[in-house]
């Protein structure tokens, strides 16, 4: 097992298992969590005893997201805005991401335990199979402060169900996932990473250059189908939109961005999704 600073990385039986290990923080997605990911696919990818690799989070969250944490800043102090180019930069490293995903030679599964919320749901969506515990709870929240993910959902689900998702920032919990098409399997919470690995260890018995262009064929028919396109449109939206989501205002005309620099993220979190509890 390689300890690194926010993952861990094991191979056994053909199978590498990373691990997102941010339990204080849900495991939302730092830069530096970032890199591990890409750091340990790229590893799993290289390594010729590899034959399918496992993505999983330790403690409640397989990924709550973005961390927007942020430095910490004096009470009503608002954040630094970020101009339309820099946001475009950052959804072109987005789009860097969900091409790690496809081109890898080997399936990934993802193991989610918990939440996955937001880019942590992206994370999810980007593997090429979800095992759910019946713990888990899938969303994009961000809509309700006027925020968006470039997402590959309306390629996995039917598209009213991507529309409900995308449109509401409802989170729907694993038996709907698996209802819609969402997760492949639901299994009991205490049992995730035994079938998880179980089903990885089934594709690790296929033979590799048979699995690698299966895997590609399916990918290349997404991507002629206008995957790569869809995609690069979408993070081109999601932009534009985090430029503005300055202005988001509750439904009782409450600013959000003013909310979170005079009270914190929490009290930022409860406005955003308070009225959506009832």
Same mark, same amino acid.
């Given at each position: 097992?390689n ?21 204080e923080r849900l495991?939302?997605?730092s830069p530096q ?10 590893a799993?990818d290289?390594?010729p ?10 403690g &409640?969250a397989?990924? #709550?997201?973005?961390d927007?944490?942020?430095?910490? @800043? $004096?009470p009503?102090?608002p +954040?630094?805005?970020r101009g339309l ?6 959804e072109m490293?987005?789009e ?10 080997k399936?990934?599964i993802?193991?989610v335990?918990?939440?996955?919320l937001a ?13 759910a ?5 899938f969303?994009a ?6 925020s ?11 598209v009213?169900?991507a529309r ?8 729907i919990?694993?038996q709907e996932?698996h &209802?819609?098409?969402l #997760?492949?399997?639901?299994v009991p919470?205490?049992? @995730? $990473?035994?079938?998880a690995? +179980? ?15 299966n ?9 002629m ?5 869809s ?7 999601a932009?534009?939109c985090h430029?503005l989501?300055y202005?988001a205002e509750?439904p009782?005309?409450r600013n ?8 914190g993220?929490h ?8 009225p959506?509890r009832t």
């Open positions: 097992m300890q690194l600073e926010v993952t861990t990385y094991e191979t056994a039986h053909r199978v590498a298992t990373i691990t997102m290990n941010r339990p495991n939302a997605l969590l970032w890199a591990e990911i890409d750091q340990g696919l790229a799993a290289a390594d005893e590899v034959r399918s690799v496992v993505l999983t989070g330790n &409640r397989f990924s #709550a997201g973005i927007m944490s942020g430095p910490a @800043l $004096p009503g102090q +954040r630094p805005r180019n820099e946001w475009y930069e950052a490293e987005g860097r991401r969900h091409r790690r995903f496809r081109d890898m030679t399936p990934v993802a193991a335990n918990g939440f996955s880019w942590g749901f992206e994370l999810a969506v980007m593997c090429d199979f979800i095992i515990s019946d713990q888990a709870r969303g929240p961000e809509i309700r402060h006027g968006t993910v470039g997402t590959m959902l309306p390629w996995i689900v039917p009213q169900h409900y998702l995308m449109y509401t920032g409802d989170i919990d694993a996932a &209802r819609i098409g #997760a492949l399997r639901v919470h205490d049992r @995730l $990473p035994e079938e690995h +179980r089903f990885a260890a089934r594709l690790a018995m296929i033979p590799p250059l048979a699995l690698k262009f895997k590609r064929s399916i990918d290349g028919s997404m991507d189908a206008g995957l790569r396109n995609l690069e449109y979408a993070h081109l939206a932009a534009i430029t989501q202005e509750t009782d005309g959000l961005e003013q909310i979170r620099s005079e009270h993220l009290a930022f979190i409860d406005a955003r999704d308070g959506f």
